[in-house]
């Protein structure tokens, strides 16, 4: 049985989102090691092994999909922001981490900022090394502060 059904509370709703961003990095991270486009497949698997809601899944789906939708405008992003880092060089799970979080910066209005780069620092830290937490944090810092004066254009 699953264990994050769907609440109407604030709190439920944020942890809701923060198993669909650790979903979509898991997902982004094991098609990119193992060398696959079929992410979805990928995403079900994880998804099932851990019993995550309907809900989990969707959010994680939009994000997955919109990384990969926009994939050279968030690289490019990235690449502007990373100075002095090649993204390939770059540890798999703070790039990834970094994708989600310029999809959501560019092309999820709903979410604040603050959010976005929160969960991103979170996540990193929980998953990359003592230093993705700074690491993510400094390139997000800068990225908001380039798209508060530079809107993307959301499709």
């Not at 509370?9 to 997902?27: D, I, N, P, Q």
């Not at 789906?61 to 090649?86: C, F, G, M, P």
């Not at 540890?91 to 969960?119: H, M, Q, S």
Request: with cysteine.
């Amino acid at each position: 049985m699953s264990n994050d059904k769907p609440h109407s509370s604030g709190s439920e709703h944020r942890r809701l989102r923060h198993k669909s961003r650790e979903l979509a990095m898991h997902t982004l991270y094991a098609s990119e090691v193992g060398s696959t486009d079929q992410w979805q497949v990928i995403m079900e698997r994880i998804a099932d092994s851990e019993e995550l809601s309907s809900e989990v899944r969707k959010y994680a789906r939009e994000l997955v999909h919109k990384v990969i939708q926009e994939n050279d405008a968030i690289y490019d992003l990235l690449t502007s922001k990373a100075q002095n880092w090649e993204l390939k060089r770059m540890a798999i799970i703070d790039r990834n981490v970094l994708r989600i979080a310029i999809a959501e910066l560019c092309y999820f209005p709903d979410v604040p900022y603050k959010v976005v780069i929160d969960e991103a620092v979170e996540i990193a830290k929980t998953f990359g090394t003592d230093d993705s937490g700074k690491f993510v944090n400094g390139i997000l810092d800068s990225a908001h502060r380039y798209l508060s004066e530079n809107p993307p254009t959301r499709k």
